[in-house]
T-cell receptor, first 115, second 115 residues
Framework: EAQVTQNPRYLITVTGKKLTVTCSQN?????MSWYRQDPGLGLRQIYY???????DKGDVPEGYKVSRKEKRNFPLILESPSPNQTSLYFC??????????????FGPGTRLTVT | KQEVTQIPAALSVPEGENLVLNCSFT??????LQWFRQDPGKGLTSLLL?????REQTSGRLNASLDKSSGRSTLYIAASQPGDSATYLC??????????????FGKGTHLIIQP
């Protein structure tokens, strides 16, 4: 089954403790991205990747890092989480990026709470 | 900067009614518009994707229209069922701006279908 998977689905952590949220897709998609969803603000893009080893900032990148060493994986790294990063996080992918119009597929979400 | 607005923010209707959800966007320079469904605790499910050159798309009881020049889209749900209860999100993919291929989302319409 074609899908985007995220782990963990739920995470409660403390301020300053480094964490990684994994994202994997099995559709051989080139483009992957991360969004966060907050009440009243909607979904906002954090980082995106056009292909392996090609990443760039989205609208709200502060406090996050990403890497794209393999085509199927796009982990989101919080080096020193803070309470304002408490949010619902979504990973998304599409066949290609950059000037073409492909449907984007979303993962099930990761609910992160930072205390 | 692209902004997407969805009206109404919440809607509650009896089962069996036909209904229309509205989405408006401020910049007509888009590649496509996507309608998603979000269920509590779950990810985003893509319902319909309308390319910028298209006027409408249909899938089962759902019909989405796009008027790019006026910055409007509607999602029509025929013969609503309790299982249609969810939050419906509208997202556009701008042709310009930062976050290549990043979707700009509306805040959603929370729909409740009363049995």
């Amino acid at each position: 089954e074609a899908q985007v998977t995220q782990n963990p689905r739920y995470l409660i952590t403390v301020t300053g403790k480094k964490l990684t949220v994994t994202c994997s897709q099995n559709m051989n998609h080139e483009y992957m991205s991360w969004y966060r969803q907050d009440p009243g603000l909607g979904l906002r893009q954090i980082y995106y990747s056009m292909n392996v080893e090609v990443t760039d900032k989205g609208d709200v990148p502060e406090g996050y890092k990403v890497s794209r060493k393999e085509k199927r994986n796009f982990p989101l790294i919080l080096e020193s989480p803070s309470p304002n990063q408490t949010s619902l996080y979504f990973c998304a992918s599409s066949l290609k990026g950059g000037g073409v119009s492909y449907e984007q597929y979303f993962g099930p979400g990761t609910r992160l709470t930072v205390t | 900067k692209q902004e997407v607005t969805q009206i109404p923010a919440a809607l509650s209707v009896p089962e069996g009614e036909n209904l229309v959800l509205n989405c408006s966007f401020t910049d007509s320079a888009i590649y496509n518009l996507q309608w998603f469904r979000q269920d509590p605790g779950k990810g985003l499910t893509s319902l319909l994707l309308i390319q910028s050159s298209q006027r409408e798309q249909t899938s089962g009881r759902l019909n989405a229209s796009l008027d790019k020049s006026s910055g409007r889209s509607t999602l029509y749900i025929a013969a609503s069922q309790p299982g249609d209860s969810a939050t419906y999100l509208c997202a556009v993919r701008p042709t310009s701006g930062g976050g290549a291929d990043g979707l700009t989302f509306g805040k959603g319409t929370h729909l409740i279908i009363q049995p």
